[in-house]
């Protein structure tokens, strides 16, 4: 089968208007994206994520190289069908209901009747806006709902691939963590899932791959753990240790050669911290 994406020497250069030169946004990228996979396109900002990503959805038309989507070229109306994306910085209009929007998106969608307001109730349900919440207008949204709505509109078409342009810019613990949380219900759904961040630990905990760009190169690729794990080091987390015994413990490291590169109490990421002092109701 063919793979969900795949690219090859994928490169886009914009020539900016009065003489003022050329923008090498991404130089000779080569992806293998795998149906079912979560993966996660990584790097700082002005990496080339949003480019590559526009590229793959036939927004923007490559200055050279390939991209293909499930086995058609990018761009195509059967390649296009493929996927379901949700902008960097999505305009909604703020007057519809999170309902509406869905709606309004199946509609283009070319979707109508029962069909359509079953796939809008169920996927509100799914974003976690069922009820009286995907009836507000969307400019009483927070960061976080809105991208939840968006979400769901990305999702009416039921597409095999699922773009997201940094999910979760600009969005709290709480609400990139049920943004996660959705991700890896996609998964479970069997779709692929693609998206952006320049923040690694955002994507630390649900991508199955990424891939780091800078400066529109492909800088590192694989499973997140391979390229994380630094095997030449050794670390022993413990409970229960008496001072003396740290002191004994260090002094037996220092003995058998080891350098010791830290030694200490852990600290809780700020994120869990953040979780873990909720009021109970509002912990998910
Ligand atoms: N339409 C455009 N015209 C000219 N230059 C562009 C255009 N779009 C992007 N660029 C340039 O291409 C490079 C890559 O931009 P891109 O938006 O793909 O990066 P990004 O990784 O998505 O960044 P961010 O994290 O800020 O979203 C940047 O140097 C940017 O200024
Ligand atoms: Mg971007």
């Known amino acids: 089968m063919s793979a969900a994406v795949w690219t090859q020497s994928l490169r886009k250069e914009f020539t900016l208007g009065w003489g003022r030169g050329r923008v090498l946004a991404v130089e000779g990228l080569d992806l293998e994206i795998k149906r079912g996979e979560v993966f996660g396109l990584l790097g700082p900002n002005g990496s080339g994520k949003s480019t590559a990503m526009k590229m793959i959805l036939g927004l923007l038309r490559p200055t050279a190289g ?18 379901g994306f949700l902008p960097e910085n999505p305009y909604f209009p703020a007057f519809l209901s999170g309902l509406e929007l869905v709606r309004y998106y199946g509609k283009l969608c070319g979707l109508g009747g029962k069909a359509l307001e079953g796939r809008v109730a ?6 976690r806006l069922g009820g009286e ?10 960061k976080g709902m809105l991208q939840r709505a968006g979400l769901a509109g990305a999702l009416v078409s039921d597409p095999e691939i699922v773009m997201l342009d940094e999910p979760t810019a600009g ?13 890896r219900e996609l998964k479970e759904r069997g779709k692929t899932v693609i998206f952006s961040s320049h923040l690694l630990e955002q994507v630390e905990d649900v991508a199955d791959r990424v891939v ?9 690729e694989g499973r997140l753990e391979d390229l994380l794990t630094m095997s030449g080091e050794w670390q022993v987390r413990a409970r229960g240790l ?5 002191r004994e413990l260090h002094a037996w490291l220092v003995q058998h050669g080891a350098e010791v590169l830290g030694e200490g109490s852990p600290r809780e990421r700020l994120e869990d911290y953040f979780l873990r002092n909720l009021p109970e109701r509002e912990r998910r």
């Open 212 to 220: 780091i760009l800078h400066r529109g190169q492909k800088l590192r």
């Open 66 to 83: 390939r991209a293909e989507v499930c086995g058609n070229l990018a761009g195509t109306l059967a390649a296009r069908k493929q996927i």
């Open 171 to 183: 969005v709290d613990p709480a609400g990139s963590r049920e943004i996660r949380d959705l991700i």
């Open 133 to 142: 919440a995907g009836r507000r207008p969307l400019r009483t949204y927070s």
């Open 242 to 246: 008496g001072e003396a015994q740290r």
């Open 122 to 127: 169920e996927l509100l349900s799914l974003v």
